[in-house]
C-alpha cells in the first residue's frame, strides 16, 4: 500500500495563477482532509470529506476549493493564487470505523510559494 | 470554537535529559492524539488517549489525559538524537471527527 500520497511535491506559483493539489489514498478510508502548515500555527484545516461527493469547511476554507468525485481523490483548488497561500499543505485521511479510528494518516505534504 | 494551545513552541534539550509538552483545551475533549513530525517530514500518529486520567508509555514516552479532558503532556525520558522533531498534539469533541492541533513543540538535542 502507497498510503496517502500528494502530487504535486513543490509548486511556484506567481499571483493570479491557478492549481490543483491532488491526494490520493489506497487504505479505502471515509474521511479525507486538506491542511496548511505555517510556521508557528501548527496545521489547520482547510476543507475536508466524510465520503465520496461530499465536503466541508474547516478552519481556513477562503481561497481554496475541493472536490472529492471518487473516495480516493481529494482534490484542493487555488483558483488566484495569493502570496498569502504560501505555505506546506498536507492531505490526511482517517478510517471511519476499527481500531484506529479518527487516527490520521498523512500525504508527505506539497510545498507552495506564490510570488 | 475550539482551541487547543501547546507550550512550550520550542524546546532545546541536553541529551539524556528528560523534558515535558503540555497541551491544553478550552472545551473537553473527546479523545486527544499525539503526533510527531520529523524535520523536513509529515506528521506520523504516536498514541491516543481516550479515558480521564488515562496514562499510555511508550518505550520513553508518556503520555497522559487529565482527570477534566481538558489538557494532556507528553514526558520524554533520557531524551536521544532520534527524538529531533516537532510534536503535536490534536483533540476533537464528541460527534466530532475534526482535529484541532496545536500549534506543536520543536524539539532540538544537544549531543
Known amino acids: 500500500n502507497a498510503g496517502v500520497t500528494q502530487t504535486p511535491k513543490f509548486r511556484v506559483l506567481k499571483t493570479g495563477q491557478s492549481m490543483t493539489l491532488l491526494c490520493a489514498q489506497d487504505?479505502?478510508?471515509?474521511?479525507m482532509y486538506w491542511y496548511r502548515q505555517d510556521p508557528g500555527m501548527g496545521l489547520r484545516l482547510i476543507h475536508y470529506s466524510v465520503g465520496e461527493g461530499t465536503t466541508a469547511k474547516g478552519e481556513v476554507p477562503d481561497g481554496y476549493n475541493v472536490s472529492r468525485l471518487k473516495k480516493q481523490n481529494f482534490l484542493l483548488g487555488l483558483e488566484s493564487a495569493a502570496p498569502s497561500q504560501t505555505s506546506v499543505y498536507f492531505c490526511a485521511s482517517s478510517p471511519l470505523v476499527g481500531q484506529k479510528k479518527d487516527t490520521q494518516y498523512f500525504g508527505p505534504g506539497t510545498r507552495l510559494t506564490v510570488l | 470554537g475550539q482551541q487547543v494551545m501547546q507550550i512550550p513552541q520550542y524546546q532545546h534539550v541536553q541529551e539524556g535529559e528528560d523534558f515535558t509538552t503540555y497541551c491544553n483545551s478550552s472545551?473537553?475533549?473527546?479523545?486527544i492524539q499525539w503526533y510527531k513530525q520529523r524535520p523536513g517530514g509529515h506528521p506520523v500518529f504516536l498514541i491516543q488517549l481516550v479515558k480521564s486520567g488515562e496514562v499510555k508509555k511508550q518505550k520513553r514516552l508518556t503520555f497522559q489525559f487529565g482527570e477534566a479532558k481538558k489538557n494532556s503532556s507528553l514526558h520524554i525520558t533520557a531524551t536521544q538524537t532520534t527524538d529531533v522533531g516537532t510534536y503535536f498534539c490534536a483533540g476533537s469533541s464528541s460527534n466530532d471527527y475534526k482535529l484541532s492541533f496545536g500549534a506543536g513543540t520543536t524539539v532540538t538535542v544537544r549531543a
Open positions: 487504505m479505502n478510508h471515509e474521511y
Open positions: 472545551t473537553t475533549l473527546s479523545n
